[in-house]
């Protein structure tokens, strides 16, 4: 049997606000396959995103395991888990999360410059070659809100797939764009996918989008529901 | 942190600051004010000093008064009465005497510590007096014994033209024992101390000032110190030192009357050819004093114990200048902790997606860090520059003097308050932890 890239088992999240408990993500068992499509669904609030999150190691589990390639994280330091995020996972975001102090270009490249060693292969070139596929070429020395949010989105995808992630996290990827552009992003998502076999988690409240995923998770409150309302 | 990333983290924080530049002015600009005063207070103490130090050396020691009032007399230049008392400028070693300074009250008072007892000493000690002279003549090892008389700020006169100058009664021996040669003319003679003549030679300056720059004509013209009328015999070389340069030179005998009532001397220098015989003279000296004075009253001394005594004293009151000028450093470093603070928060965004794109903890503490140490430095090299071009417009007319010493410890002084105040945000910007940042709008 396979074993999965990612697995959850039985993780709940806490959070405390003031002296109200929140259980953001309850008693979740979950397991990712390599090269799978996943969405997760869930209205707003209902802890979908804390669960990217802890899927893409920024948040740390209150209770239960989770798995990255049949290793606990728990037990990760700092250094190793920064360096997982790296090089094994890439984030896009509903806002992009450019920074706006950097050209295009300069966005790309940037998890380059976190990694501990010297990359295998050109960076540079790797970052002409994805701004030229996502048609952004000429737009590589401009800074981020120069350029539309289609554009925005394409640099920000161009940067999670420059160190060649194992998997793609998409946190509402669409929500910021219009009813034209949110498509083809979907749809250069999914190429890429299939081009280089990555993972892709895709978090959103939206049935239609969840939809074009292989796997749907739902959740509420939480906790994983059988069926989406 | 290999050098190549060290690069590339200060070129990003020269980067981030060209997009805020008046922020990063502005938050430089604390660590460069302080820079600035400390570099500044320390080239000026440190000028003073050494100033100090040659005006000693070349003018022999009993001259070494710290006097109450008027250090920078405008007319006498600056440090002009530090010298106040009465010495000549001496250069001992080219004449070969070595010189012991008799000076009133015990200014090395050891329980008072450096400096404790100058001013206290002077303006409390024994009166001398010409029996103490001649007394002091008796001492086989003191080849000479010149007495001195001082009076400051006396107005001299010849025909409509005024000067201030410096009554300094002596002895013939004077110009032997502080080495200073006569320009033109003569110095007084035996026959006019015994004779209370009323002959003086003059410091070359108070010449050239009262005979219309032509010092030469001031020979056998009458001048008026307050109320006496004297004949001018001789002029002084040029010294550069201003107590000689404006100096009376007059019999001390004749000074004993409306110039100098009480009839006493203000100090006593007195040289030996043979320096082994510095130790016996100090000795001889002593005895021959405490028969009429306390302990307390006088002291015997020499240039080098009186010159270790001003170094000591200048030391202490540059370490306290310096206190002084690092409060501003210091300052500087919270302005700088705070803007960082306030940048930490406003970047807390930045840190998110950098923590999400793989930056550890150590890569945001380097970043925020190295912006602190560049803002600081940088202010630190501006203060730095800006207090070398003062102390070349200053030294103009004040000793200053900016050594090496002095630029790096303000350039790592300033530094090294960069990284300490600039570790804290650089911290807390370390710790914020990745979900919330990035969350952060």
């Known amino acids: 049997m396979r074993q999965p890239i990612i697995e959850l088992s039985k993780v709940s999240k806490t959070y405390y606000l003031g002296e109200t408990k929140v259980k953001a993500v309850d008693n979740v068992s979950l397991k990712i396959m390599p090269n799978e499509y996943l969405s997760i669904l869930g209205s707003s609030g209902s802890g979908k995103s804390t669960l990217m999150y802890l899927i893409g190691l920024l948040e ?6 989770i798995y990255l390639n049949g290793q606990d994280i728990s037990r990760m330091s700092d250094d190793k888990l920064s360096s997982l995020r790296n090089q094994t996972i890439g984030f896009v975001f509903q806002s992009f999360n450019l920074l706006n102090k950097l050209t295009v270009l300069e966005n790309v490249m940037l998890p380059a410059a976190y990694l501990k060693s010297k990359a295998n292969f050109d960076v540079k070139a790797k970052t002409m070659d994805l701004l030229n596929r996502f048609g952004l070429k000429d737009r590589q020395n401009f800074y981020p809100n120069k350029i539309s949010g289609g554009q925005q989105q394409r640099v920000a995808i161009a940067r999670a797939l420059i160190l060649n992630p194992k998997i793609i996290l998409a946190d509402e990827p669409t929500g910021n764009l219009d009813s034209r552009t949110g498509p083809e992003i979907l749809k250069l998502i999914e190429d890429l996918r299939r081009e ?25 409150d939480g906790r994983v529901v059988k069926k989406y309302l | 942190m290999n050098q190549n990333k060290f690069i590339q983290l200060i070129t990003n924080a020269l980067t981030d600051f060209k997009k805020s530049k008046v922020r990063t002015i502005l938050t430089s600009l604390g660590i460069m004010i302080g820079v600035l005063s400390v570099v500044l207070l320390i080239a000026l103490g440190l000028g003073l000093k050494n100033y100090l130090s040659d005006q000693f050396e070349s003018l022999g020691a009993n001259i070494v008064i710290i006097l109450p009032g008027n250090v920078f007399n405008k007319e006498a230049g600056p440090g002009g009465n530090f010298g106040r008392g009465f010495a000549g400028g001496a250069q001992f070693e080219s004449l070969g005497a070595n010189i012991v300074i008799i000076l009133p009250g015990n200014v090395f008072n050891k329980e008072a510590g450096p400096g404790g007892n100058f001013g206290r000493g002077f303006a409390g000690g024994a009166h001398f007096d010409e029996k103490d002279y001649l007394a002091l003549k008796k001492i086989p090892e003191a080849d000479y014994v010149v007495p001195g008389f001082t009076k400051s700020g006396v107005t001299i006169e010849y025909r409509k033209a005024k000067r201030l100058g410096t009554i300094m009664g002596t002895n013939t021996q004077a110009p032997k024992l502080f080495n200073f040669k006569i320009e033109s003319g003569k110095f007084f003679t035996e026959s006019d101390i015994d004779r209370r003549s009323k002959k003086v030679a003059l410091g070359w300056d108070l010449a050239n000032n009262l005979f219309a720059d032509r010092p030469e004509t001031a020979l056998n013209k009458t001048i008026k110190a307050g109320d006496e009328r004297l004949q001018v015999i001789g002029v002084i070389e040029k010294r550069g030192d201003p107590e000689i340069d404006q100096g009376v030179f007059i019999p001390y005998t004749t000074t004993f009357g409306s110039l100098n009532p009480d009839k006493t001397f203000f100090n006593f220098a007195l040289g030996t050819i043979d320096k082994e015989n510095v130790e016996a003279l100090k000795t001889a000296a002593k005895a021959t004093l405490l028969k009429r004075y306390d302990d307390e009253d006088f002291t ?49 965004k930045e840190v998110g997606i950098r923590r999400a794109i793989g930056a550890t903890q150590k890569d945001i503490l380097w970043q925020f860090l190295t912006e602190a140490l560049v803002l600081s430095f940088l202010g630190g090299l501006v203060g730095l520059l800006l207090a070398g071009a003062i102390v070349l417009i200053v030294r103009n007319f004040f000793p200053a003097e900016i050594n090496l010493v002095a630029v790096l410890i303000a350039l790592s002084v300033s530094s090294g308050i960069g990284i300490f105040f600039g570790v804290f945000p650089a911290n807390r910007a370390a710790k914020l932890p990745p979900i919330e940042a990035i969350r952060y709008e």
């Open chain 2, 300 to 348: 015997v001394t020499e240039q080098t114990e009186i010159l270790s005594t001003v170094n000591q004293v200048f030391t202490i009151v540059n370490a306290i200048l310096v206190a002084i000028g690092s409060i501003s450093l210091i300052v500087g470093g919270i302005g700088i902790m705070n803007i960082m603070y306030a940048a930490v928060t406003e970047r807390t």
């Open chain 1, 60 to 65: 740390s589990a209150t209770f239960g395991k």
């Open chain 1, 196 to 220: 280089f076999k990555t993972t892709i988690v895709m978090v959103t409240h939206e049935k239609d989008i969840a939809k074009r995923a292989q796997k749907r998770v739902y959740i509420k």
